[in-house]
């Protein structure tokens, strides 16, 4: 039944103990679960508030230019915006459909060992709990990150907008 090796006799273990760890392990992945689809959640909200504003940073830029032709201010716009799509898609990257391990298992793994000792049938279920645990806290860590880079873009959006119109219309980048 175990998924990994380890040194742990559960033979000496009561069984109230096995089961206590167990539901432990499972009330632990239950909320690693609730939590991930949190951070999901927060990951699509933002990249799609992210994406709004590359659109409406994007059209205003054409806006302005189409109304007065002051290039800066589109190149401006546009810098902005790839900034904007660029924390989106670390959003949607987050939230992007992943192997993920839940609580519970088939009750068809239990019917071919089900005369052994309930300790260690538990016991070896729990390792396979703590497996899961971790798994699933690596790829909360790493969906983690990337929600956190598209929020440094999100942030660094409108300084990118800011420096490309201040270069521009000093002409030093894209002479007239």
Request: net charge negative; with cysteine.
């Amino acid at each position: 039944m175990t998924e990994i090796e380890s040194d742990i006799d559960w033979s000496n273990i009561s069984d109230e103990t096995c089961r206590e760890i167990q539901r432990q392990g499972e009330v632990f992945l239950q909320d690693q679960l609730q939590t991930s689809i949190a951070a999901d959640q927060r990951a699509m909200t933002s990249a799609s508030i992210f994406i709004g504003f590359a659109g409406v940073i994007l059209a205003a830029g054409f806006a302005h230019w189409s109304q007065h032709e002051v290039v800066e201010v589109l190149v401006s716009a546009s810098f902005g915006s790839v900034f904007f799509l660029l924390a989106s898609a670390c959003g949607f990257y987050a939230a992007r459909p992943v192997d993920f391990y839940y609580p519970g298992e088939h009750p068809e793994i239990w019917w071919a060992v089900r005369n052994a000792p309930i300790a260690e049938l538990i016991g070896g279920e729990t390792e396979n709990q703590q497996s899961s645990i971790s798994k699933n806290e690596a790829m909360i860590s790493a969906n983690h990150l990337w929600l956190k880079r598209g929020m440094i873009l999100a942030l660094l959006a409108p300084v990118a907008a800011s420096v490309s119109f201040f270069l521009f219309s000093l002409g030093e980048v894209c002479p007239a």
